[in-house]
């Protein structure tokens, strides 16, 4: 195996991905995150042969690099490659690093090392924050992007420098091809003109500079794919655009999830009954893609990057919308449904969340089920000698789905050829092993598996307290019931009863509702 790009086994034929990765040197940013503890479990468990993976790691305050690294690797995610091989963690080199300080505040010793053995890198680190000040969202997703490049054109051995984007880095069109689309504005230009402005300034000029993108995020991400692609001349480049990354779909199990970002908050709210409304469209499609599909078509991309070395820099759409559509509306009932049958502990209320694409009546019931109810228990915490936390919980909340709406409304097309065209190169076993192919997930099992996650990775709750909570989702029931039953009485007594044209339409009203269930009644039988 050398260093041309084409690597053949012993009877011509292309070696497989887990060959390719066979004493290989890795070196992976943002090995931290959700996606990139997946990216890392994934390539010891199935690519075990590997060599090192190094990982660009931020010393957090009261914690080292090799404190964050040891912690990541007890996480149950590692359970599976904990019984395959106790001493995975050998393989595991953290290297000090920081995205905003020059350089990436590597050592000149690290440097060394990384230039002189490194054979692929995999750029995941990127701030997700969709409210991101544009200064900091350009540091970590532009500037930090443009130091790895300068570092990878240093190394040596590389063969192929993978980015992860996102599918929604020009979300201002409609239909995405799988094509590097020219940026907003020059990054350097803009990093320039940004340098020397106060951040009070920066902010108030970020709407204009963002034009008809959501938020930073997006907008940087445009910036990093431009910067990336100028040095695809120099490097083996491939990009990858996920959508809305969620739970996994098989690997290492079925519904692994380790935070409250996208869709996971919301689930979670609505499972807990905080959540009774969102605006969104019931009819768009809910472009979600499995963390597991992503990291298996991440590493795919890296072998054919590095074997085949194509001229251009491939971009690789991964989003199930054009492949497998599943909509909002589809979710909702699925979701509700999933938490009914394994209810979250000390749930708020019964979960009965309603999706609305009308401003008006997402903002009626936003005051009917969610700032109402947060005053009066609220008041209820204050008179008991607690502290109100209510309606800040649904403050917060709001703001979260808020930053969700853009996606939650409106549909996208993406071109998946690429995507297509990774899956024929590889073999019957590759496909197995390394399965990206979403036209096999089915929508309702996966919502439950992910529903299920969210309660036993990100509340470890236990699934053995099922049978408590549900009898507290009955109690919830029977409070309602009490409470409606007590406020129809109350009308009754504070309007109806005092009113003689008021009773009169009531007993209309009533006798109407009589006799339809009579009619009812009546026609059941006779069909009978």
Not at 344 to 354: S, T, V
Not at 405 to 428: A, C, G, K, T, V
Not at 461 to 484: C, V
Request: proline share 5%; charged share 20%; aromatic share 10%.
């Amino acid at each position: 195996m050398g260093e041309t790009g084409e690597e053949t086994g012993a009877d011509g034929s292309m070696v497989s991905i887990a060959d390719y990765y066979a004493g290989k040197n890795v070196l992976i940013t943002g090995a931290t995150g959700f996606m990139g503890k997946v990216l890392v479990e994934k390539l010891l468990r199935s690519c075990p042969e590997v060599q090192t993976l190094y990982l660009l790691v931020r010393p957090k305050a009261g914690q080292s690099m090799q404190e964050r690294v040891s912690d990541m690797m007890k996480c149950k995610l590692f359970d599976r490659v904990r019984e395959d091989n106790p001493d995975f963690h050998q393989k595991i080199v953290p290297i000090s690093s920081e995205l905003t300080q020059p350089a990436l505040a590597i050592s000149p010793e690290d440097v060394e090392r990384l230039t002189s053995c490194v054979n692929i890198i995999f750029h995941c680190a990127a701030t997700i924050r969709f409210d991101e000040p544009l200064k900091h969202a350009l540091q970590l997703n532009v500037i930090a992007t443009q130091q790895l490049l300068n570092l990878a054109q240093q190394m040596h051995h590389l063969q192929a420098f993978i980015h992860i984007s996102t599918a929604y880095a020009n979300c201002n069109r409609r239909h995405i091809d799988e094509i590097i689309y020219p940026p907003p504005v020059e990054p350097k230009k803009l990093i320039d003109s940004l340098e020397w402005m106060e951040d009070s300034i920066v902010r108030d000029i970020t709407p204009r500079l963002i034009g008809d993108r959501p938020n930073t995020y997006t907008y940087t991400k445009a910036l990093a794919e431009c910067v990336v692609q100028k040095e695809s001349s120099k490097l083996s480049i491939g990009i990858i655009r996920p959508s809305i990354v969620g739970a996994s779909w098989q690997e290492p199990f079925p519904g692994w999830i380790d935070n409250f970002n996208g869709p996971s908050g919301v689930f979670i709210a609505a499972g807990k009954g905080i959540l009774r409304t969102m605006r969104a469209n019931n009819d768009a499609v809910a472009d979600l893609i499995p963390v597991d599909v992503v990291i298996n078509l991440t590493l795919a991309a890296g072998w054919y990057t590095a074997v085949h070395r194509p001229k251009a820099a491939l971009v690789y759409n991964c989003t199930t919308g054009g492949i497998n559509p599943f909509h909002w509306g589809e979710i909702e009932h699925h979701v509700m449904s999933s938490f009914k049958r394994n209810p979250l502990e000390q749930a708020f209320r019964r979960p009965n969340a309603n999706i609305t694409s009308n401003y008006l009546m997402n903002q009626y019931w936003i005051l009917v089920s969610h700032k109402f109810p947060a005053l009066i228990y609220d008041l209820y915490l204050r008179l008991s000698g607690q502290k109100p936390q209510m309606m800040r919980i649904f403050n917060r909340l709001h703001k979260a789905i808020g930053l969700l709406e853009y996606f939650s409304r409106q549909d996208w097309e993406w071109n998946s050829e690429n995507m297509n065209m990774l899956m024929s190169h590889l073999s019957p076993e590759d496909r197995k092993t390394f399965n990206f192919d979403v036209r096999q997930l089915n929508w309702p099992e996966y919502i439950e598996n992910y529903c299920i996650g969210t309660k036993k990775y990100v509340l470890n709750e236990d699934m053995s307290d099922i049978p408590a909570a549900r009898q507290h989702l009955r109690k919830l029931r029977n409070i309602r019931y009490t409470f409606n039953t007590l406020l129809l009485v109350f009308i009754w007594r504070v309007f109806i009863a005092r009113s003689q044209m008021a009773r009169n339409i009531w007993y209309f009203v009533v006798s109407l509702c009589f006799k339809f269930l009579s009619y009812f009644r009546a026609s059941s039988t006779l069909t009978n």
